[in-house]
Structure formats: C-alpha cells, structure tokens
C-alpha cells in the first residue's frame, strides 16, 4: 500500500519567513492533493498536481510536483499568522482517483 | 455554491449504541467518500460511493457501513460502537473536469463514545 511521509513533522516560523514543506510517496505519485486543516475542522482545498513537473500558486502558497523522486513540496512566501494550521498532502491511491492516502501533516505555527 | 454539508456536527454516544452521519455533496457532485480522522491513525478513508454504487472500501470492520441516495446524499452508519471509534469523520465530495478529479471536504462530524 501506498505511504506518505510529511516533513518536517511541525514547523515554527516568525512572520514573514519563507517555508517549506515536503510530501514523500513510496510509490509512484498520479495525483497529489494538498489541504489545510484547522484543528477540529474540515480539510481546504489548497492545490492539486497531476503532471510531473506541475507547479501551482494560490495567493502566497506555490506546490510543485517532481515525479521522478515521488515528492511533492509546498512553499509558503512571507508567512502570516493566518497561514498558521495543519497541511495535509493526499495521493490518489493505486491510481484510483477518489481514494486519498494522506500524510500525518504538519503542524505550522506562525508567530507574530 | 454550497460547500460539503455534514450533520450533526458534534454527537456523543453510549457502547453499543448507533449511529448514522449525513453528508450532502456539493450540486452537481456525484461522488461522495468518506474518513475517519484520529490522533492516532491521521485520516483514513472508508468507502466511496458514485450514483448509489459504492465503488472501494477500506479497511474497516463490517460495523462501518454506507449508502448513497438518488441524489448523491450519502449516510454512514457505525452500529455497536466502541470506544475506539471516537473520531472526527470526514464527508468529501469530488467532480471530474478537465482530466483533472478535485476533492473538496466538508467539516466533518465530531463522535465521541462513551
């Protein structure tokens, strides 16, 4: 069965930092969602990567897609407070695209 | 656009009681899937179902079971429960478009078992 591994585990930064955050797959990547969650809540839609090589951007958050080494990074430019929260990554399993195996996430906590 | 709906949001229940969770997918979607958040375990996924036909299940006990209506409503049921199925469980409905499949959740539904 497929495995995500998230690194780092949890993350501290200070405003206005730049951070990244990785998602590695032990088999091969078709589809790779990210989510932010809030303690408690639902998963947001953050971005979806498909090709190798994909890059996308939502406000200050870029995703990129490398699929010879299975990963997926997340890059967040000039952290604010309100990017503090839990990043899940997803992989469509076994290249079913309504199945997601997830990560353990990781924590990110942004200090004013 | 309506998101994900999921009722009730939070719900205590005894051993061996019942339970039956809703999820309403947003317009138009008509895959529904389910998971099952803990601390322990992170997010694990437990059916999907695509116009009434539930397509993969996980690895859960047979106590875990679902449906989905003609309209791409969807319950789940978790019938004797254990203190161990205390969980936040996660209602997610997907579209396909574009070649592409995207996956939205709703905010799920809090049960604890006592």
């Known amino acids: 069965s497929q495995e995500l591994e998230q690194s780092p585990q949890s993350l501290i930064v200070q405003e206005g930092k730049n951070l990244t955050i990785n998602c590695t797959s032990s088999k091969t990547l078709y589809g790779l969602y990210w989510y932010k969650q809030k303690y408690g809540e639902g998963l947001i839609f953050l971005m979806m990567l498909q090709k190798g090589g994909e890059e996308k951007s939502h406000e200050k958050i870029t995703a990129k897609l490398d699929e010879k080494k299975q990963q997926s990074s997340l890059h967040i430019t000039a952290s604010q407070p309100s990017h503090a929260g839990i990043y899940l990554c997803g992989a469509e399993s076994g290249g079913s695209n309504y199945k997601l195996t997830f990560g353990k996430g990781t924590l990110l906590t942004v200090n004013p | ?114």
Not at chain 2, 4 to 22: A, E, H
Not at chain 2, 78 to 91: F, I, K, P, Q, R
């Open chain 2, 1 to 114: 656009k309506a998101g994900v709906t999921q009722t009730p949001r939070y719900l205590i229940k005894t051993r061996g009681q019942q339970v039956t969770l809703s999820c309403s997918p947003i317009s138009g979607h008509r895959s529904v899937s389910w998971y099952q958040q803990t601390p322990g375990q992170g997010l694990q996924f437990l059916f999907e179902y695509f116009s009434e036909t539930q397509r993969n299940k996980g690895n859960f006990p047979g106590r875990f079971s679902g449906r989905q209506f003609s309209n791409s409503r969807s319950e789940m049921n978790v019938s004797t429960l254990e203190l161990g199925d205390s969980a936040l469980y996660l209602c997610a409905s997907s579209s396909f478009a574009g070649g592409r499949n995207t996956i939205y959740f709703g905010e799920g539904s809090w049960l604890t078992v006592v």
